[in-house]
């Protein structure tokens, strides 16, 4: 289960000129502050950016929809701002080649948002997008790497060993809730020592090192995975 922003990718600046030209022009409020985007999910984010302009009368679902149509206008500068995080894409590709492994998005970013930015580096055939969980199904991150399990199982009729890898704390106590194998990456804002006290069963500063990653993200995550709790 795969975060996006800064665990696969950084896409530059877009998403958040997105998200400010979509609110100003659907509510027709000026934007006055930013939120932290790191770790969370759309649904959450919404939530705080309408508290903070004083917005009542707008819902999540108009706000996304507006926000997605300014996401494929400005979708090109995903790659043209942004880069691929050291090692993703060889680590994709190995992971890809085991039959035993599903890889799937776990992302704050809602459905249409994620696959725009995977889609921007030629990674959608890395991932099962219809298995994944989405800044769309809740506002606390967890409930997202819950989703996404359930659904695989539905989709593959059997029991998987969920690993999650994240640049955050909200990644690692996401998979912590679920009883997943926590793999953190410090390619993020988040210093490997704060993923490591957050819990994290294994932290990498970034995958850089495909033989090591592709263990841990395998045989590690396997020997090591937990029911939940």
């Not at 795969?2 to 997105?18: Q, S």
Request: net charge negative; aromatic share 8%; proline share 4%.
């Amino acid at each position: 289960m795969w975060d996006i922003d800064y665990t696969l990718l950084r896409a530059g600046g877009a998403a958040t000129v997105a998200w400010r030209a979509a609110f100003a022009e659907l509510t027709g409020v000026p934007w006055r502050a930013t939120p932290n985007f790191g770790g969370r999910t759309d649904m959450d984010i919404c939530a705080e950016v309408f508290a903070t302009h004083g917005i009542t009368d707008c819902t999540p679902e108009r706000f996304f929809l507006r926000y997605v149509a300014e996401v494929e206008r400005v979708k090109h500068l995903f790659a043209e701002e942004g880069a691929l995080m050291p090692g993703v894409r060889e680590v994709l590709a190995r992971l890809g080649d085991d039959p035993q492994v599903v890889q799937t998005l776990v992302t704050g970013n809602v459905p249409e948002v994620a696959a725009a930015k995977v889609a921007a580096f030629g990674l959608s055939d890395a991932f099962d997008a219809g298995v994944g969980g989405y800044g769309t199904d809740d506002s606390v991150r967890a409930t997202l790497v819950r989703r996404s399990l359930e659904r695989a199982e539905a989709k593959y009729g059997e029991r998987f060993d969920p690993v999650v890898i994240g640049d955050t704390e909200h990644d690692v106590t996401a998979a912590l809730a679920n009883g997943a194998f926590a793999v953190a990456v410090a390619t993020g804002r988040t210093k490997m020592a704060d993923l490591v006290l957050a819990g994290a069963h294994a932290v990498l500063p970034d995958l850089s090192d495909v033989d090591a990653a592709v263990r841990i993200l395998t045989t590690d995550g396997l020997t090591a995975s937990t029911p939940p709790a």
